[in-house]
């Protein structure tokens, strides 16, 4: 019989591995934007072409995550990780040492290939290795952390390695943890948690979903940018909804499908889902506003600016934790509704901006309170997005929480924005000074992210009160003690 204390300390070490690629992959998202104006200059972008050096990951990233999912739970969820970690890190490296504007964004788009990989992989082995209970609970605290953390923590390092060593270690400094965890995988995971299901693979529903999520996701991006009106945006919109709705009609008469539609009938996970969507959309703008409002309102630095986030990583850290302790005495549901009335206090908070305000009064109080909300509403969504859900489908659930994540974020940046912009050219219109209007547009963004935020937790009520009705289970729960073991 395997001694319990070590059958734990190998789940743990598995946690720690995989916990640390998915901080990676979220810390990829943001630590490249402050390093931006230096990349124009050292390889010669034009400013039309710089913004693809962040689109060109968020594109294939986004739109390659149902597929990773899949081909985690059919091929293999070790399997398909360990790839998708050696392409993440052998493009960081090729990312650095690019010399040309269009090897970057080469180099981008195999990197985001690796994230849509390696991530939904990472998190259905979380779900196989840790069965639902308390222990399930404290890995998805962790998982929360280190997801809401790699964000934030990315504006910080970028703006300390592009002010230091250079813009290349912002890519280079992926490239230890990731080849390092390609070596370290097989002694930490199990073959057996690792095993895929058996089926066939829908190769007509994954090249619809993947061509679909990204003509989605490419004209939400070219939105924000360019307009409604664009011709580039209205086409890829248009391609997005015949794509996705011939995948639709693909999966009804596949024998094996992509996404088999009955994982939308398990309340709980669509429900994480729709709240995943609205959230991310509110998180994602308020980054992007907070940033423009330190460097153009208040005249910081990019370095100061990205420091300006500490408090908001610590705190997401630190509520993380917490959330995957009360979750237990609380529930899932009561969890998620504490995160969400928070988040949307917070983003309230921030609609309060002033032209004449400093970072004590006008950010920190609203980014602690934020950081409460994202921690306890990551981890009440993670659980409830593989609550009840089959293990063969748990790579599933991880590509649809965190594509639910990208497009949502990419939903909320173009439409936020785009209201943003709308009001700052309606006040600036009017002679107002440039900063006035700046941040009148900043605070109908956020106050549009608050209502957005409320109406989300207004949803998960309606749709998860009959599924949580008891706090989730604090006794640990008995586990197959083979599968939390490393291969031997």
């Known amino acids: 019989m395997i001694d319990i204390q070590t059958e734990q300390r190998h789940r743990w070490r598995a946690m720690s591995l995989l916990a640390m690629t998915q901080f990676v992959v979220i810390l990829d998202i943001t630590i490249v934007n402050i390093a931006l104006p230096t990349i124009k200059t050292s390889l010669g972008f034009n400013q039309a072409d710089l913004q693809w050096v962040v689109d060109a990951y968020l594109l294939t990233f986004g739109g390659f995550l149902l597929l990773g999912g899949r081909a985690a739970d059919l091929f293999g969820r070790r399997r398909v990780f360990m790839t998708g970690l050696a392409l993440f890190g052998i493009a960081s490296l090729a990312c650095g040492l690019a010399t040309t504007s269009g090897e970057l964004i080469a180099a981008r788009v195999v990197q ?114 360019l307009g409604i009106g664009s011709g580039r945006v209205l086409i890829a919109l248009a391609a997005a909804v015949v794509l996705l709705a011939a995948f639709g009609v693909v999966e009804t008469r596949a024998g094996h499908p992509l996404v088999p539609f009955r994982i939308f009938k398990i309340r709980s996970a669509s429900s994480a889902n729709v709240t995943m969507l609205i959230f991310a959309a509110g998180v994602v703008a308020m980054s992007f506003f ?113 594509m639910s994540q990208q497009v949502g974020g990419a939903v909320g940046l173009a439409v936020l924005s785009a209201v943003a912009t709308w009001r700052t050219t309606a006040v600036a219109a009017g002679a107002t000074p440039n900063a006035v209007a700046l941040t009148d547009g900043f605070r109908l963004g956020f106050a549009v992210a608050a209502v957005l935020t409320a109406l989300a937790g207004v949803a998960a009520w309606l749709m998860l009160r009959s599924v949580f009705r008891q706090p989730a289970p604090v006794v640990e729960p008995a586990v197959d003690q083979e599968a939390a073991l490393p291969a031997s």
Not at 212 to 225: F, K, N, Q
Request: net charge neutral.
């Open 112 to 225: 985001g290939l690796g994230g849509a990989l390696l991530s939904p992989a990472a998190l259905s082995l979380v779900a196989v290795i840790f069965p639902e209970g308390a222990a399930r609970n404290k890995a998805m605290g962790i998982w929360g952390a280190v997801a809401g953390a790699g964000g934030a923590t990315g504006v910080v390092l970028g703006g300390i390695l592009t002010n230091g060593p250079g813009w290349q270690w912002v890519f280079w400094v992926n490239v230890p943890f990731t080849l390092g965890g390609v070596l370290i995988a097989p002694l930490f995971l199990a073959k057996r948690s690792g095993a895929g299901a058996r089926g066939q693979f829908d190769l007509l529903g994954a090249i619809t979903v993947t061509l679909g999520l990204t003509a989605l996701i490419y004209g939400l991006v070219e939105l924000s940018e």
């Open 290 to 402: 907070v940033t423009l409002y330190l460097q153009q309102v208040l005249h910081y630095s990019p370095v100061q600016a990205g420091l300006s986030f500490l408090p908001m990583a610590c705190g997401q850290i630190i509520f993380s934790n917490v959330a995957s302790k009360l979750i237990g005495k609380l529930g899932v549901l009561r969890l998620l509704l504490l995160g969400l009335t928070f988040s949307t206090l917070g983003f309230a908070w921030f609609s309060l901006v002033s032209a004449n305000g400093s970072f004590l009064v006008n950010v920190l109080g609203p980014a602690v309170v934020l950081s409460a909300g994202g921690g306890f509403t990551i981890v009440g969504v993670i659980v409830a997005a593989v609550s009840g859900v089959p293990e063969q489908e748990s790579g599933l659930a991880g590509g649809l929480i965190n």
